[in-house]
């Protein structure tokens, strides 16, 4: 027989569970194919997560990974899937599409022109290609918020990749190392400790503050990418590892710990299970969007319609677009027509309906010329349709009642153009209330005229939104509505106090009323100190809505486009990242679902419901 490799030898014990010496393993065809047939098809058996490899380029441009590799992976308890060389990127999107986690392998120098440099005599064998199928692939991945694990090269590139430098040359540009970074010794050898920062995502990982590892480079990370910290280094300085943070599940190492792994090393193999890991939740998360309609209540997107040449079908550099929606399996937004607050007198405020008009022909004009790939929905199941088409979609909101004017009709006009809320008012008093921001409590609540807009919505089922309203206003609709109202996109004021945000009681009055309450992601009302406002943050605000309002009356929105974002969610591509902070927490299925678009859409399909009744 012919003598079978060590990871041949490895894969087949992994996958059959049996313990085999190299002499027996089957070479019986039947026996194999018996085996085969007893041990692989489980039809019960639980998918694990899909690990994509990033592949070096071999001499005859086929794609090469080490076995330690793959090896790392399976032992982890992940399906190791290697990712071939190219420069398609559209390619490449399709491949990742099927992956929950990347580690991306060493290999090559990079181009020092990535990180704006020149090449140095010193610095080693480039491949150009390989470069720019590791950059776009690293991209496409971190889009999708993908879980990543950079080993050597897949670190360094990693830091080149959000900003940051390398040092082209250990030797020549770090004078005072002592340390022979390029080891004679075998890869699973370690041959100079690392000193890791204890309070690092690395470090509880691991579970030790120093480490002896191997070393196989002559370039490092020199300047830290900005959004990365450096968590380990080696006693000469040399950046040993760095991580995205807060929020990211992004880890990079300079050594190999593959080749400690496969030999045995249990404490490298954590580094392999920690990915595995997060790429479990990322797969839940994935599987989970593709069963619910997940629904963001309130962008300002519309506003971007001015820029030459804009088109939602683009990946533009603005928060919200339909690559953008796709890559967060965000399922549908609501687009907001929004005025600001200007004069009272009848020509001013007909320009203001002017504009609502306008904006809400400009939504229909975006989705028109994307509609292979979106539609205007006006209903829960005009948004169910659209998802089984694999379309995204896109429900439209007015924000601030100074847009419908001193006409009451133009409520039944935007409602035929598709508009399924209005905000009462944005930050001064309008004709039909007092605001939150610049009260001058001119009505006291809401006015005469606001009275017959309540009623009117009511009659015509469309939901009356209370962001931005006073408390007395608020308290005025709450009395006056017979059908349940939102707060399209507000926080909790106990957590940080805005006026912006609803107190408890009002959240309670929501409930009360069948009403639901979307947490919105504006940094200004979620943390006090706005520059550390994070989506773990604004998870905070989720849970403490569902412990006052409970889990049937609290739901989803970004503001993006308008002053939404946080760290760790700043685009429609980063919205999966809530849905993976909720499984975490401990949160359902059923209880995500409801957050992310069951309770708004039981909402906006009862306040339909009355009025077609």
């Known amino acids: 027989m012919k003598k079978i490799s060590s990871l041949l030898f490895t894969l087949f014990t992994l996958f059959t569970g049996y313990t085999y010496s190299q002499q027996t393993l089957p070479t019986d065809l039947n026996k194999l194919y018996e085996i085969t047939d007893k041990q692989f098809v489980d039809l019960r058996h639980k998918p694990a997560p899909v690990i994509g490899v990033s592949a070096s380029r071999g001499s005859h441009g086929g794609s090469i990974v080490s076995g330690t590799y793959i090896e790392s992976i399976l032992k982890a308890g992940g399906i190791p899937l290697i990712i071939p060389v190219m420069t398609d990127g559209v390619v490449l999107r399709d491949i990742i599409k099927q992956i929950d ?34 950059l776009v692939l690293l991209k496409l991945v971190t889009d999708r ?35 022979k970074h390029k080891q004679t010794e075998p890869r699973e050898i370690g041959t100079h400790d690392i000193q890791i920062e204890r309070d690092s995502k690395l470090a509880s990982i691991l579970g030790v503050a120093e480490y002896k590892v191997n070393s196989y480079h002559h370039q490092a990370v020199r300047k830290v990418a900005p959004g990365f910290r450096v968590v380990a280094k080696s006693p000469d300085g040399i950046i040993e590892a760095i991580e995205a943070y807060p929020n990211r ?50 962008c300002d997107t519309p506003l971007e319609f001015k820029k030459a040449g804009f088109d939602i079908g683009n990946r533009e550099s603005n928060q919200v677009n339909i690559p953008k929606m796709e890559e967060g399996m965000l399922d549908a937004i609501f687009f907001a027509a929004y005025t600001g607050q200007g004069p009272r007198d009848a020509a001013s405020t007909q320009k203001a309906v002017d504009k609502i008009d306008g904006l809400i022909k400009g939504i229909h004009s975006q989705v028109e010329k994307n509609k292979d790939i979106c539609g205007i929905a006006y209903t829960a199941d005009d948004l169910i349709h659209l998802k089984q088409e694999g379309k995204k979609t896109i429900f439209i909101g007015i924000e601030n009642g100074y847009g419908i004017g001193k006409d ?17 008012c944005h930050t001064k008093d ?81 409930a009360k009323n069948g009403g639901v309450v979307q947490i919105c992601l504006v940094d200004l009302f979620i943390n006090k100190d706005r520059a550390k406002a994070s989506i773990t943050d604004a998870i905070g605000h989720i849970d403490h809505a569902v412990r006052v309002a409970g889990i049937d009356h609290v739901g989803i929105a970004s503001d993006f486009d308008g002053g939404g974002g946080l760290i760790g969610c700043n685009g429609s591509n980063d919205m999966i990242n809530i849905t ?17 678009g069951g309770n708004f859409l039981r909402v906006m399909t009862e306040v339909q419901k009355a009025a077609q009744e």
């Open 101 to 134: 986690g990347l580690v991306m392998v060493g290999g090559d120098d990079v181009n020092p022109s990535y990180y704006n440099e020149k090449a140095i005599p010193e610095i080693n064998e480039i491949d150009s290609i390989r470069d720019v199928y590791d």
């Open 580 to 596: 993976i902070k909720l499984i975490e927490r401990g949160y359902s299925d059923e209880d995500i679902a409801k957050l992310w």
């Open 145 to 179: 918020n993908i879980p990543v694990l950079g080993i050597c090269r897949g670190e360094q590139l990693m830091n080149v990749a959000f900003g940051g430098t390398l040092y082209q040359d250990i030797p020549l540009q770090v004078k005072n190392s002592s340390i």
């Open 249 to 298: 599940s992004i880890l990079g190492v300079q050594w190999h710990p593959e080749s400690h792994a496969a030999a045995g090393d249990t404490t490298m193999l954590k580094l392999f299970k920690f990915i595995v890991s997060e790429a479990e939740t990322f797969r839940k998360a994935k599987e989970l969007h593709n069963r619910i309609l997940s629904v963001d209540t309130h």
């Open 408 to 424: 009451i009709a133009n409520i039944a006009r935007f409602k035929k153009m598709g508009v399924n809320y209005i905000t009462l």
């Open 430 to 510: 309008n004709d039909i209330c007092d605001t939150s921001s610049a009260n001058t409590h001119e009505w006291n609540g809401l006015s005469p005229y606001g009275k017959k807009v309540i009623a009117e919505m009511n009659r015509l089922g469309i939901m009356i939104d209370v962001s931005h309203a006073a408390e007395k206003t608020f308290w005025d609709v709450i009395d006056l509505s017979s059908q349940p109202v939102i707060a399209s996109h507000s926080s909790v004021q106990a957590l940080c106090y805005h006026d912006r945000n609803l107190t408890d009681k009002q959240m309670q009055a929501i």
